[in-house]
């Protein structure tokens, strides 16, 4: 399946979770230790709005976060233009700009990060969430093929166990380091 339509899909799971976050959630711990709610919001709003530019094959400065104040009108745009972006002719062809990857896994990337981290904003906000099931073929694909490098980057922390009972995407989440099923 092309990439632009599984990031629309994620994106489709994604806007509902971030148009339910409320004023009082801002402040709320998330699952990402250094981040509190809005802190993962600027970092989400930065990591789509980086790889527009990255499906174009320019390089992305991803050295700091800047804070989006309209990041509720910002979302829909930005991810719109995300998908865009990666549905235009050669996107996930070549190398990807100053990640110096092949453009389809980052691309992967764009799309692990808007289902990872749309997760760990439902988990501080007491949302449900659960990732499209192709989408989360192909996060679990790119989890598996680069786990040791994410974990040797500070990407993913070390996997935790998931309990017996997981879902595939418990387990995924575990796999990511993450407390699959984490509360504040």
């Known amino acids: 399946m092309k990439l632009s339509v599984l990031l629309d899909r994620a994106r489709d799971h994604a806007l509902p979770v971030i148009a339910n976050i409320t004023d009082d959630d801002v402040a709320r711990p998330t699952p990402c230790a250094d981040y509190d709610v809005r802190a993962l919001l600027d970092h989400l709003l930065h990591v789509v709005v980086e790889f527009q530019k990255l499906a174009a094959k320019q390089d992305a400065d991803f050295s700091h976060t800047p804070s989006y104040p309209d990041w509720r009108a ?3 745009t930005e991810t719109a233009k ?5 549905g235009e002719p050669g996107a ?5 700009g100053n990640m110096n990857m092949p453009a389809q896994t980052v691309g992967g990337l764009a799309l ?9 904003l439902a988990q501080a906000t007491g949302q449900r969430f659960e990732p499209d099931p192709e989408v989360f073929a192909e996060v679990a694909s790119l989890v598996n093929q680069m786990g040791p490098m994410a974990v040797e980057w ?9 309990p017996a009972d997981a879902s595939p995407f418990e387990q ?13």
């Open 112 to 120: 692990l990060d808007l289902t990872i981290h749309v997760s760990d």
């Open 92 to 96: 996930t062809e070549g190398i990807s």
């Open 74 to 76: 910002q979302y829909p």
């Open 154 to 162: 500070k990407v993913f922390k070390d996997a935790v166990e998931a």
């Open 82 to 86: 995300l998908v865009e972006a990666w």
């Open 172 to 184: 995924l989440l575990a796999s990511t380091g993450r407390d699959p099923r984490w509360s504040a």
